[in-house]
């Protein structure tokens, strides 16, 4: 192989890599509408949910299609909160996949924050973006004032899931 081939293969290998850590917006052209909730996802999130919330094989699920869809239940929007407030472990199955992890909790970032970082999950990494209400602080400060156990968060998203045909 020439090196001229190995240099074109070099560098078409570089810009998958590239375009593979770019955030999967919804609506890549406008960038995310929610750019603090994606600085915040940047620094905290992207560790275990991958860039653009894709997900880790047996590490993290992906965050591109079931928090989309809780948005627009109260019981799902109770538990995008407290997801990220009180973390949660044990296993889960997102797109038949199993997924035994332990999510930290987030309960040291801010309600704006918090609120922020899942609203750039649900709107700007969706593929489809559900008419709905984002979710907002005093959402997150209610969901405060009662934590639980992450045992109890995946508890609560196994109870969940029917309801939201999943």
Same mark, same amino acid.
């Given at each position: 192989?020439?090196?001229?081939?190995?240099?074109?293969?070099?560098?078409?290998?570089?810009? *998958?890599?590239?375009?593979?850590? #770019?955030?999967?917006?919804?609506?890549?052209?406008?960038?995310?509408?929610?750019?603090?909730?994606?600085?915040?996802? #940047?620094?905290?999130?992207?560790?275990?949910?991958?860039? =653009?919330?894709?997900? #880790?094989?047996?590490?993290?699920?992906?965050?591109?299609?079931?928090?989309?869809?809780?948005?627009?239940?109260?019981?799902?929007?109770?538990?995008?909160?407290?997801?990220?407030? &009180?973390?949660?472990?044990?296993? %889960? %199955?997102?797109?038949?996949?199993?997924?035994?992890?332990?999510?930290?909790?987030?309960?040291? *970032?801010? &309600? &704006?924050?918090?609120?922020?970082? *899942?609203?750039?999950? %649900?709107? &700007?990494?969706?593929?489809?973006?559900?008419?709905?209400?984002?979710?907002?602080?005093?959402?997150?400060?209610?969901?405060?004032?009662?934590?639980?156990?992450?045992?109890?968060?995946? #508890?609560?998203?196994?109870?969940?899931?029917?309801?939201? =045909?999943?």
């Amino acid at each position: 192989m020439s090196l001229l081939c190995r240099c074109a293969i070099g560098v078409a290998a570089a810009a *998958l890599l590239a375009a593979a850590w #770019q955030p999967a917006l919804a609506d890549p052209a406008a960038g995310p509408r929610y750019a603090d909730g994606a600085a915040t996802f #940047q620094a905290n999130c992207v560790v275990c949910h991958g860039h =653009g919330g894709l997900g #880790q094989p047996s590490l993290a699920p992906p965050l591109t299609g079931y928090p989309a869809r809780y948005i627009a239940s109260a019981d799902g929007r109770r538990q995008l909160a407290m997801t990220v407030l &009180d973390g949660m472990y044990g296993d %889960v %199955v997102v797109d038949r996949k199993h997924y035994n992890f332990k999510m930290p909790d987030f309960s040291r *970032l801010s &309600d &704006d924050t918090l609120a922020a970082v *899942l609203n750039y999950v %649900v709107f &700007d990494l969706a593929p489809l973006p559900p008419a709905a209400a984002p979710m907002s602080a005093a959402e997150i400060a209610a969901e405060r004032a009662s934590p639980a156990s992450g045992e109890a968060v995946r #508890q609560h998203r196994a109870a969940l899931l029917p309801s939201l =045909g999943l």
